[in-house]
């Protein structure tokens, strides 16, 4: 795989400007829409659900989740903030600058980045923390995705730590932030920026990519450089990655940490204001039935043979049971793990009853945290993990 060669693609800007939507998908959340376009003509995506033209939101249809474990490169979610982003990048150019509490700061080139350590390669889940807003009642603003924004890959790069060890971390380091090529697209709105802990920004599976399963990184996707941070929501996940600093402060006050990307710290009910909240961090377990959509119909007494992916979200994948009501019917197969923090496949045969079944996968992860029945209501719609029910037809 070569990086070194110059990316420009021809077109992009009026391509990302009028989307032509190609057709429409079945598209189902509480109160609607019950169809959106698919368009299937952004540079590097084939057919995506389109949430927003400028800049994108394109959403996987949920079918591409049944086709495999890893999510191919041109069907994989794409979400940009609110900023304009770079159509083309002259990758000789590119500098990733590291500077604040460090011993030297220093400008890398591309080459600097891939030799600054041995290559290594992670498989983790890349999941927006909205995913599953538009199923969440009652409804919030926000992106309304479905299911959809969020995608396995084998990531390729450096790990983040020897990156850093460039620039020699101070001995008053304590959050570490990163910031990409995508600018503010109204004059006076905050850059998108986002930090992690020092600790957490040293792990070994934290990595600066390059590689999205076999593939430079599609342009959406952050080419040509992009954080991986295995566990933790997408936001932490820094795109078209060009600078780092690093804070001597354990608060960030930027507004993408400090005002957004923040959960209620307890429960709260719709309408309640003033609580108390903490930044959005690491994932819950999470599992979907793939292979039958929502009001499939099924034989009553005879065998279903159900077939679904699931996450561990920090940890690997423990079990998924299958649950009807609440209540375990069968527990699934789990197919072999092809990297802890991915999707792993599962199956199951359960028997429907009744007129309708209401049945979905419910998985616990490795540090027993399983599922939650019901989704903790909050007011952006973050991190829903609670169990994905299909309604099936029993005939
Ligand atoms: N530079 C930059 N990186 C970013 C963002 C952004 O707006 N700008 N959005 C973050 C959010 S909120 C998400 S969900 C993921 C989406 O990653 P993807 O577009 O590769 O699927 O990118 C993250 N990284
Ligand atoms: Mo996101």
Redesign the pocket.
């Known amino acids: 795989m070569s990086i070194s060669r110059r990316t420009l693609i021809a077109g992009a800007g009026a391509a990302l400007a009028v989307p032509v939507a190609a057709r429409q998908a079945f598209f189902q959340l509480p109160g609607g829409p019950q169809a959106r376009a698919v368009a299937t003509d952004f540079p590097q995506k084939g057919a995506m659900i389109v949430q927003r033209t400028r800049?994108p939101l394109l959403e996987t249809p949920f079918e591409v989740f049944d086709d495999g474990i890893f999510t191919p490169n041109d069907r994989?979610?794409?979400?940009?903030?609110?900023?304009e982003?770079p159509t083309s990048i002259d990758v000789g150019a590119h500098r990733l600058t590291i500077n604040g509490a460090v011993t030297r700061p220093v400008a890398l080139t591309l080459d600097d980045v891939m030799r600054a350590g041995e290559p290594v390669e992670v498989v983790a889940v890349?999941?927006?923390?909205?995913n599953g807003r538009g199923l969440q009642e009652a409804r919030v603003g926000g992106a309304q995705w479905g299911d959809g924004?969020m995608?396995n890959a084998r990531w390729r790069g450096v790990r983040l730590r020897d990156v850093l060890a460039r620039a020699g971390l101070a001995g008053t380091a304590r959050r570490v932030r990163f910031?990409?090529?995508?600018r503010p697209a109204i004059e006076g709105q905050p850059r998108?920026t986002?930090s992690l802990p020092v600790d957490i920004a040293l792990l070994d599976e934290v990595i600066v990519a390059w590689g999205m399963n076999g593939q430079p990184l599609p342009l959406?996707?952050?080419y040509p450089l992009?954080l991986v941070v295995p566990g933790w929501?997408?936001?932490?996940?820094?795109?078209?990655?060009s600078d780092i600093e690093v804070l001597a402060s354990d608060e960030d006050d930027s507004y993408f940490m400090a005002k957004t990307?923040r959960m209620p710290a307890d429960r709260v009910q719709p309408g309640d204001k003033g609580f108390p909240t903490v930044p959005v961090t690491t994932m819950g377990p999470r599992s979907w039935i793939t292979s039958h959509p929502d009001m499939a119909s099924a034989r009553a007494g005879r065998p279903l043979r159900l077939r679904g992916i699931a996450m561990g979200g920090t940890s690997g994948v423990a079990s998924v049971d299958l649950v009807v009501d609440g209540q375990p019917v069968a527990s699934a197969l789990l197919e072999p793990e092809h990297g802890a923090l991915g999707f792993r496949r599962w199956s199951a045969t359960v028997f429907p009853r009744g007129r309708t079944m209401r049945i979905g996968p419910r998985c616990m992860n490795r540090g027993g945290d399983r599922q939650p029945e019901v989704h903790a209501w909050n007011p952006s719609g973050y991190a829903r993990h609670s169990v994905a029910y299909l309604a099936l037809t029993v005939i």
């Open positions: 800049p994989f979610f794409v979400r940009w903030s609110g900023g982003m890349n999941q927006c923390a909205g924004a995608g910031g990409g090529l995508d998108f986002k959406l996707n952050g992009r929501f997408a936001t932490y996940w820094v795109k078209m990655l990307y």
